[in-house]
């Protein structure tokens, strides 16, 4: 398994901004598809976003659209997370996944075989 390591969480207000990272420990095919979930206690995990190899395509649940950017860098190694006009109901643990490829089904959790420890994101009204 690759080692994932999340950073820039934190306390924010309502409308603010905040990016998040996830660092690889390695550079292979098993982290060909990058993913961002988040999770609420007493929820279930939910997907947030995620993005090819490339960069090329990638994907948002319906309530980060417009307001959440994922990219990743040039030696593909580490992911992002633009988050914009942050919301309460944003507030979680925002986790970063690994995945062997990008489809149809990188909105769902079994797609991925890594995870970092995940990062707090506390957004206040």
């Known amino acids: 398994q690759v080692q994932l390591v999340e950073s820039g969480g934190g306390l924010v207000q309502a409308g603010a901004s905040l990016r998040l990272s996830c660092a690889a420990s390695?550079?292979?095919?098993?982290?060909?598809?990058m993913g961002w979930f988040r999770q609420v206690p007493g929820k279930e995990r939910e997907f947030v976003a995620a993005?090819?190899?490339?960069?090329?395509?990638?994907s948002y649940a319906d309530s980060v659209k417009g307001r959440f950017t994922i990219s990743r860098d040039k030696p593909k190694t580490t992911a992002y997370m633009q988050m914009s006009s942050l919301k309460p109901e944003d507030a979680a643990v925002y986790y970063c996944?690994?995945?062997?490829?990008?489809?149809?089904?990188?909105?769902?959790?079994?797609?991925?075989?890594?995870w970092g420890q995940g990062t707090q994101v506390t957004v206040s009204s």
């Open positions: 996944a690994a995945g062997f490829a990008y489809g149809l089904g990188s909105s769902l959790a079994n797609a991925y075989h890594s």
């Open positions: 993005i090819s190899w490339s960069g090329s395509r990638t």
């Open positions: 390695e550079r292979t095919f098993s982290i060909s598809a």
